[in-house]
């Protein structure tokens, strides 16, 4: 029986050991909370992040990382973007060689504003390398441990591996597209949820869905220049891994990050918002990065610009929304765009 290590146990990583379960193979959960652990080798069930979905009986969890990654036939890390390099460290020397590696985070690290894949090729030893993908596009966990159907992108440098990837973890439910553009789908899931909250302040502020579909659509003409502007192909931003993941975190219920943007623009206080949060919204710290990275690679981005502002220096909702409604106006295919479109 094929074995899955899953090294993370939020929502998302634990409805990704919900999918191996279903495909049948072996899996074990790195968990850092020992009742999640005991909630799931003891109930198959992981109250505190992926409540009332009761859970594989192939799943088994495990505080020991070593114990977590021998013998594993594919490795996926799902733990919060800020935490990937500290995790990296303690585990590039237990990883077994030769297997697929998937990381299933969406972030920009703050201070060295470095991608997953900056991190991961930055931290691990070469023969690492080859084997290492990176999945994104839309699905909420909640849908995704429940079956429902999900189409996301796996990128990789090599074909064989996103290949195998795909064959491993995709199902009817789970369809997997393969790309070879590791930038493009790494920065579409990273500044998706930070675009993702100011559309949720813009629905607090009762401005309208007129006003939110500008947002989405201003939001993917920033994605896209960025990821350009990072060596990424354009038309990757096009697919799941772009529109498709900022149209569902922008516009879904489950989105965390669309609930923090509507939580600020009804008045309350980050501090507040995220103290009462389960989870991690990503997009509350690579907000941060996303700003720095483009004033570093002259890239306009005035929407994460703003959103940075707000969540970072004190800045009003109000003020942040009627300084974009009231920039200069322009062309709206510009060729300063560096994107090529929008």
């Known amino acids: 029986m094929l074995r899955v290590c899953v ?51 192939r799943i088994a969890a495990t505080r020991d990382e070593q114990e977590a990654l021998d013998g594993a036939d594919l490795v996926l890390l799902v733990v919060p973007s800020q935490f990937m390099r500290g995790v990296v460290l303690r585990i590039r020397y237990l990883l077994p060689a030769g297997v697929p590696i998937v990381c299933c985070s969406k972030g920009i690290e703050k201070g060295s504003l470095e991608l997953m894949s900056e991190i991961l090729t930055g931290e691990l030893p070469g023969k690492y390398h080859p084997y290492l993908t990176y999945l994104s596009g839309p699905s909420f966990a909640k849908e995704v441990a429940e079956g429902k159907p999900a189409n996301v992108t796996v990128a990789g440098c090599s074909e064989e591996v996103r290949k195998r990837v795909q064959e491993l973890m995709g199902d009817p439910s789970f369809r997997i597209y393969t790309s070879s553009d590791v930038v493009g789908v790494q920065v579409g899931g990273a500044v998706k949820n930070v675009l993702a909250i100011a559309v949720g302040a813009c629905d607090a502020m009762d401005f309208g869905l007129s006003a939110q579909a500008s947002l989405i659509t201003r939001g993917l003409a920033e994605i896209t220049r960025l990821a350009v502007a990072k060596g990424a192909n354009p038309l990757t931003l096009s697919g799941h891994a772009g529109i498709g993941d900022l149209v569902l975190t922008c516009t879904g219920s489950l989105s965390r990050n669309r609930r923090v943007g509507y939580a600020l623009g009804s008045g309350e206080s980050l501090e507040d918002i995220v103290s009462s949060m389960k989870m991690v919204a990503e997009g509350v710290e690579t907000a941060h990065s996303v700003w720095h990275l483009s004033k570093k690679l002259n890239v306009s981005m005035p929407i994460s610009e703003q959103v940075a502002l707000v969540l970072h220096h004190g800045k009003q909702v109000d003020l942040a929304a009627r300084e974009l409604m009231e920039r200069p106006l322009r062309e709206e295919l510009d060729g300063d765009d560096q994107s090529g479109a929008l």
């Open 7 to 57: 090294f993370g146990s939020g929502g998302w990583g634990t409805a990704l050991a919900q999918l191996c379960g279903r495909r049948g193979y072996r899996v074990v959960q790195w968990v850092r909370e020992p009742e999640v652990l005991e909630a799931i080798n003891g109930r198959h069930l992981n109250p505190l992040f992926l409540p009332d979905i009761p859970l594989s009986s």
